[in-house]
């Protein structure tokens, strides 16, 4: 079974702070997803990563993948309180995707 | 008009009782599957179907059993419903099964069982 580890698990910041979340992984993945979840509905795609080294942005939202395509990570600049949610990276075989324990992101006015 | 769709969004019942969750897609995929979200908010994946065919199965007790009567139907029906039961349940689907392909999720069904 490939595993994704997330940190951190929870993280509470102010308005107008960056931060960063972390997805690894001992295992090769030919792509990983990065997917947000609101409170009381279910998670939604971000973006998809599928070459070594890729940068993929989204507005404030930066995404990588690791060269090695074992880890991604995710950097919010200038983070706003419409960021709060869980973050949750997922990657896999096919018929089964496989999610990390999420990060749940806070962001306080 | 929602793409997946799961009734019903709550559920309350006893301890070995039996129910069932249902789910709908609209978006012509032909790959379902169902997914469990503990209450540390781990999400796991239960049951992959393509085309009504059961592809996997998530080591998920026999007391769950799903069933899809058609490509856009996904249902799930639970015997003798157990406290650890308590969960929400999301139904999804995707357009192949292919690693990278988008899943898209319901809204979920959140049960508790007492």
């Known amino acids: 079974t490939q595993l994704l580890e997330q940190s951190p698990q929870f993280l509470s910041i102010q308005e107008g702070e960056n931060l960063t979340v972390y997805c690894n992984s001992s295992?090769?993945?030919?792509?990983l997803q990065w997917y947000r979840q609101e409170p009381g509905e279910g998670p939604v795609l971000l973006v998809t990563?599928?070459?070594?080294?890729e940068v993929k942005k989204l507005k404030r939202l930066t995404f990588q993948f690791g060269d090695a395509r074992k880890d991604s990570s995710l950097h919010i600049t200038a983070a706003q309180p419409g960021d709060t949610g869980l973050y949750l990276c997922a990657g896999g075989s096919n018929y089964k995707l496989t999610f990390g324990k999420g990060t749940l992101l806070t962001v306080n006015p | 008009d929602t793409a997946v769709s799961q009734t019903p969004k709550y559920l309350v019942t006893q301890m070995g009782n039996d129910k069932s969750i249902k789910c709908e897609q609209n978006?012509?995929?032909?790959?379902m599957y169902w997914y469990k979200q503990d209450s540390k908010k781990f999400l796991k994946i239960m049951f992959s179907y393509n085309n009504k065919e059961l592809i996997i199965n998530e080591t998920v007790p026999n007391r769950f059993s799903p069933k899809s009567p058609d490509k856009a139907h996904l249902n799930l029906h639970i015997n003798s419903l157990e406290l650890g039961d308590s969960a929400v349940y999301f139904c999804a689907s995707s357009q192949g099964s292919r690693s990278g392909n988008t899943i898209y999720f319901g809204e979920g069904s959140w049960l508790t069982v007492v």
């Open positions: 295992s090769v993945f030919s792509s």
């Open positions: 978006l012509g995929h032909d790959t």
């Open positions: 990563v599928v070459t070594g080294g």
